[in-house]
């Protein structure tokens, strides 16, 4: 169980263009969605935190207006990159957790984006 | 202080050997311990976790031992395996519902 699916695993596209990641809650209800950057060999950096049905709240640093997010279901969450940029090339990785309100819950982790802005 | 330190950042065991590694934190806000193994390519999956109230958890292979006093917990991989090669985050879990991870071991174990 706790199954979190992220899709494209891999993008390409060329720079100013605006790319969307899903993330996906397969097999429970994802209350509170995360979404992370991490560089090569670094560890994992989060930049935004999303409840269903609320507007997301970024880490400092992070810009709201570059990095959109969306979670509109309790199954569904989605970061896009606007108009992004060479230096927007990374690993964006999703990851959810359920039952708000509980303490001490996991986070699962999809699978990840690699996104190359050329 | 929202932070956690991880040792060794990279770490050789030859095949049967046991892994350690370490991490200590800070804040006292934390209240939910899980280790993570990530490899290339892939999201972070979660291997094992402890809460402060336990000072050691078993699961087959891994153990974590957990010292509140010290502010320290540690995983131990028995009998490693070529197979567990790959990357190991600790990371605590805010009250906030933030995860902190550290900055990562690699472990390599060489057959």
């Known amino acids: 169980g706790a199954v979190v699916s992220q899709h494209p695993s891999r993008v390409i596209c060329k720079s100013g263009t605006s790319v969307k990641i899903e993330c996906r809650s397969l097999?429970?209800?994802?209350?509170?969605m995360f979404w992370y950057r991490q560089f090569p060999k670094k560890s994992l950096m989060l930049m935004a935190t999303?409840?269903?049905?609320?507007?997301?709240?970024?880490e400092q640093g992070v810009e709201k207006d570059k990095f959109l997010i969306n979670h509109a279901s309790l199954t569904l969450s989605t970061l896009t990159v606007t108009s992004a940029h060479p230096e927007d090339s990374s690993f964006y990785i999703c990851?959810?957790?359920?039952?708000?309100?509980?303490?001490?819950?996991?986070?699962?982790f999809g699978d990840g984006t690699r996104l190359s802005i050329l | 202080q929202q932070q956690v330190k991880q040792s060794p950042q990279s770490l050789i065991v030859q095949k049967g050997g046991i892994s350690i590694i370490n991490c200590a934190y800070e804040?006292?806000?934390?209240?939910?311990f899980p280790w993570y193994q990530q490899f290339p390519g892939k999201g972070p999956a979660l291997l094992i976790a402890i809460r402060p109230d336990v000072s050691e958890k078993k699961e087959g292979r891994f153990t974590i031992s957990f010292n509140k006093s010290a502010k320290q917990f540690s995983l131990h991989i028995m009998d490693s395996q070529p197979g567990d090669s790959a990357t190991y985050f600790c990371a605590a879990l805010h009250w906030s519902n933030k995860l902190i991870f550290g900055a990562g071991t690699r472990l390599a174990v060489h057959p």
């Open positions: 097999d429970f209800q994802a209350t509170t």
């Open positions: 990851s959810a957790s359920g039952n708000q309100g509980a303490a001490n819950q996991p986070q699962h």
């Open positions: 804040n006292t806000a934390f209240d939910y």
């Open positions: 999303s409840n269903e049905g609320s507007k997301a709240t970024y």
